[in-house]
């Protein structure tokens, strides 16, 4: 009796601890981390491991003897472990090393310029164009800085409106503020073609310090009341700065709660909050569709992309500089540069057989864009990335995963004028007047990364039925939660996510 309960709490205790598999993979010999390796249940779909090398699968059903874990690299041997045998928290992976005679049985001697000519050829049917549904998770990080942060008061005609407000505004102003966002969703379409997708999305986070938020809407509704005891309900405001000015009139409902009751003000502010709500469940859902498609769409597949180093590759060098196994075929390893002025250098992983490119690892050598005139200043200075694509079973490819990685500066030096006038009272025009020299300077670092789980074919008439429901907005997260995703196969996190925590 004593054995057979023993046997059942080991069990119990097995099933348990096996829910889910954490691990990091290391090279054997350097022990270096491995990122971007395909984990998997057997041949179904399965994770990525990140940047560090670390992965996270949860099974889908209890484990018996034959289920395995299969693990696959580029440039390593693929290793397959048993499920119930498993217990490491780190997975060393050997590199393969390959002959060109290996190569070469069923393919002939190309040379780089050849198979860049069958990369071309082969574009257009190599890669899946039809409608899809894909099971996928995206997580986008922003980072920003802000460098330099001077307003100096000229002229005020507001009492309140002094150097000393703007000064507290000023250093209340976070000086680095980061946020992550996540979302689980089902993608139904064209990938890459926003007019031609629909989003559901399943679960979503936002994790970021709210504190921010408490701190600007405490000078907000001080501004406002400034606004509200000295500027004229029917006046507009002239804003210049330089050579350049703008009018803008004031919002007739921004006085409201001036001449409503309370019971109006409540009503009213139920009612707006109702809306605020269901625009920002909306907002959510478009601006992500919108993400996901930029990210999709940001391959050599497409023509409108930043990589031209097909379509116009008499503008690159490139050098074959070995041969590779990834996902059970040979692929050639071709580095590319720029002659002269074009944007970007990195390499492409090209299968043997059907010259489809299943890895791009790319990043700038040139500025994307630059701006400087009169006081105002933007660079995009930095995109860096990984693209990798896998075969399906009709022999053509889906995008599997893809990473991005933007780096921006935005200035302005300028100085800015905000002037009330009101045409209906006698005399002159102007009524109040706050000049200023502004001084700005933020930096910001956005990382944006896709995981493509299962993809399933669908027609066009399953497509037209799906209907999209903006009904699922973000949970707030104050700091990183690792219970949040529990159940969902995710990207795991890394160290700047896991050790985010709010200040409130």
């Known amino acids: 009796m004593k054995k057979i309960l023993l046997v059942f709490l080991f069990s119990s205790l097995y099933s348990q601890a096996q829910e889910s598999i954490q691990a990091k993979l290391l090279d054997s010999i350097s022990k270096e981390p491995i990122p971007y390796a395909t984990i998997s249940i057997?041949?179904?779909?399965?994770?990525i491991s990140n940047e560090n090398g670390d992965f996270s699968i949860y099974l889908s059903e209890k484990a018996s003897k034959t289920d395995s874990l299969k693990i696959r690299s580029l440039g390593?041997?693929?290793?397959?472990?048993?499920?119930?045998?498993?217990?490491?928290?780190i997975v060393l992976l050997s590199q393969t090393s390959i002959e060109l005679d290996e190569v070469l049985v069923s393919n002939k001697n190309y040379s780089t310029e050849e198979i860049i000519d069958k990369i071309k050829e082969n574009l257009e049917k190599n890669y899946n164009r039809s409608p899809i549904k894909s099971r996928l998770f995206y997580r986008s990080s922003n980072f920003n800085r802000v460098t330099k942060s001077d307003v100096d008061i000229k002229k005020t005609s507001i009492p309140e409106l002094n150097q000393q407000l703007v000064d507290s505004v000023v250093t209340a102003m976070p000086k680095n503020a980061d946020d992550h966002t996540e979302i689980l969703a089902d993608v139904y379409g064209k990938s890459g073609l926003e007019d031609s997708q629909k989003l559901d999305i399943i679960k979503a986070s936002h994790l970021y310090d709210k504190s921010n938020e408490v701190t600007f809407e405490?000078?907000?509704?001080?501004?406002?009341n400034i606004i509200k005891k000295h500027v004229k309900r029917d006046s507009y405001f002239k804003i210049k700065s330089g050579f350049f000015g703008t009018k803008q009139d004031i919002d007739s409902t921004f006085f409201n709660d001036l001449d409503n009751d309370?019971?109006?003000?409540?009503?009213?502010m139920i009612e707006a909050?109702?809306?605020?709500?269901?625009?920002r469940k909306a907002d959510f859902l478009k601006y992500r569709k919108s993400d996901i498609a930029d990210i999709q769409s940001n391959s050599f597949v497409f023509e409108d992309s930043d990589f031209n180093f097909l379509e116009k590759s008499n503008r690159y060098e490139f050098k074959l500089e070995d041969y590779s196994f990834l996902n059970d075929e040979f692929v050639y390893k071709i580095s590319f540069t720029p002659k002269r002025s074009e944007d970007f250098q990195g390499v492409i992983y090209v299968s043997t057989n059907g010259f489809a490119i299943v890895r791009l690892?790319?990043?700038?050598?040139?500025?994307?864009?630059?701006f400087s005139m009169f006081g105002v200043s933007y660079k995009h200075y930095h995109k860096k990335g990984t693209i990798i694509y896998d075969k399906n079973d009709n022999n053509t490819y889906d995008l599997r995963y893809a990473d991005v990685e933007n780096g921006t500066t935005f200035e302005i030096e300028r100085p800015l004028k905000i002037i009330e006038k009101n045409k209906n009272t006698r005399g002159r025009r102007k009524q109040n007047e706050l000049s200023s020299d502004i001084h700005f300077k933020v930096g910001n670092t956005e990382i944006?990364?896709?995981?493509?789980?299962?993809?399933?074919a669908i027609t066009d008439a399953e497509f037209d039925d799906f209907i999209e429901k903006p009904d699922v907005k973000?949970?707030?997260?104050?700091?990183?939660?690792?219970?949040?995703?529990?159940?969902?196969n995710v990207i795991e996190p890394n160290q700047a996510i896991k050790d985010f925590k709010s200040l409130e």
């Open 42 to 47: 057997n041949e179904n779909s399965g994770v």
């Open 76 to 89: 390593y041997e693929t290793k397959q472990i048993l499920i119930e045998t498993f217990q490491d928290s």
């Open 218 to 224: 405490f000078y907000e509704e001080k501004f406002n």
């Open 262 to 268: 309370k019971s109006d003000q409540t009503q009213a």
């Open 273 to 279: 909050k109702k809306k605020k709500e269901k625009e």
């Open 361 to 370: 690892d790319y990043e700038n050598v040139n500025p994307l864009k630059k």
């Open 448 to 456: 944006n990364k896709l995981i493509i789980f299962e993809n399933e």
């Open 474 to 488: 973000p949970a707030y997260l104050p700091e990183y939660d690792p219970e949040f995703w529990k159940g969902y």
